[in-house]
C-alpha cells in the first residue's frame, strides 16, 4: 500500500512562476527523496534529503523536511515548459522506498 | 552513463495467458525492486532482491506472479493467467548499498485485453 501523500494532485502554472508541491508519509525513514516522471517513462531521481537535514538545494530545486510532522515540500523556481512532468516523494527506511501519490504539474508556456 | 535495462518497452497480451517482463540493473547494485505503478498512481513495491534472495515480497499477488534473480543480476517477472487488472506500469529499479537513490528502467506498459 502507498505509504505517502502528495498534494496537490494537479497543479497548473505559469512559465517562470514557482512551484509547490507537498509530500506526507508515515513510517520513520534515513531520508526522503524526489522523482520526477514525465509521461509514460520511468521515474528520474531530483534529490535526496537525509533525515537529520531540513532544508536542501539543487539548481532551481529547494526540498524541505520536517520529521515531526512527517512531510516534505519541493519547491521549484522559475518553472519552464520541460518541468511538466508528475513529481513523487519516496519515504526511504533503509530498506525500501515508499512512494506517494503524485503531483501532476503542468506548466503552460 | 550505467542505466537499468528493461525490456519488453509495451506487451499487450490477452487474459488468461502468461507475460514475463526483464530488468537488467545496473552493475554492482546488490539490490533489485519490482514497482506496478497503475495510472495517476505511484509505484507500488511487487518485490524487493538482495542479491538473489528475496527480501519483502508481502504486496507480489502469489497465486499469478512470480519473480526471480537467479544469479544475483538480471531478474524476470512473470504473470500467469493475466488478467485485465494486470495493465498497468512495471517498473524495475536498482540501488546501491547506502543511503542512495534508486535507478529506474523506462518500464513495461502492460496491456491485458
Known amino acids: 500500500s502507498q505509504q505517502g501523500e502528495e498534494d496537490p494532485q494537479a497543479l497548473s502554472i505559469q512559465e517562470g512562476e514557482n512551484a509547490t508541491m507537498n509530500c506526507s508519509y508515515k513510517t520513520s525513514i534515513n531520508n526522503l527523496q524526489w522523482y520526477r516522471q514525465n509521461s509514460g517513462r520511468g521515474l528520474v531521481h531530483l534529490i535526496l534529503i537525509r533525515s537529520n537535514e531540513r532544508e536542501k538545494h539543487s539548481g532551481r530545486l529547494r526540498v524541505t523536511l520536517d520529521t515531526s510532522k512527517k512531510s516534505s515540500s519541493l519547491l521549484i523556481t522559475a518553472s519552464r515548459a520541460a518541468d511538466t512532468a508528475s513529481y513523487f516523494c519516496?519515504?526511504?527506511?533503509?530498506?525500501?522506498?515508499?512512494f506517494g501519490t503524485g503531483t501532476s504539474l503542468t506548466v503552460i508556456p | 552513463e550505467a542505466e537499468v535495462a528493461q525490456s519488453p518497452r509495451y506487451k499487450i497480451t490477452e487474459k488468461s495467458q502468461a507475460v514475463a517482463f526483464w530488468c537488467d540493473p545496473i552493475s554492482g547494485h546488490a539490490t533489485l525492486y519490482w514497482y506496478r505503478q497503475i495510472l495517476g498512481q505511484g509505484p507500488e513495491l511487487l518485490v524487493q532482491?538482495?542479491?538473489?534472495?528475496?527480501?519483502?515480497d508481502s504486496q507480489l499477488p502469489k497465486d499469478r506472479f512470480s519473480a526471480e534473480r537467479l544469479k544475483g543480476v538480471d531478474s524476470t517477472l512473470k504473470i500467469q493467467p493475466a488478467e485485465l487488472g494486470d495493465s498497468a506500469m512495471y517498473l524495475c529499479?536498482?540501488?546501491?548499498?547506502?543511503?542512495?537513490?534508486?535507478?529506474f528502467g523506462q518500464g513495461t506498459r502492460l496491456t491485458v485485453v
Open positions: 529499479a536498482s540501488s546501491a548499498p547506502g543511503d542512495t537513490e534508486a535507478f
Open positions: 519516496a519515504a526511504n527506511t533503509g530498506n525500501q522506498f515508499y
Open positions: 532482491f538482495q542479491d538473489e534472495s528475496v527480501v519483502d
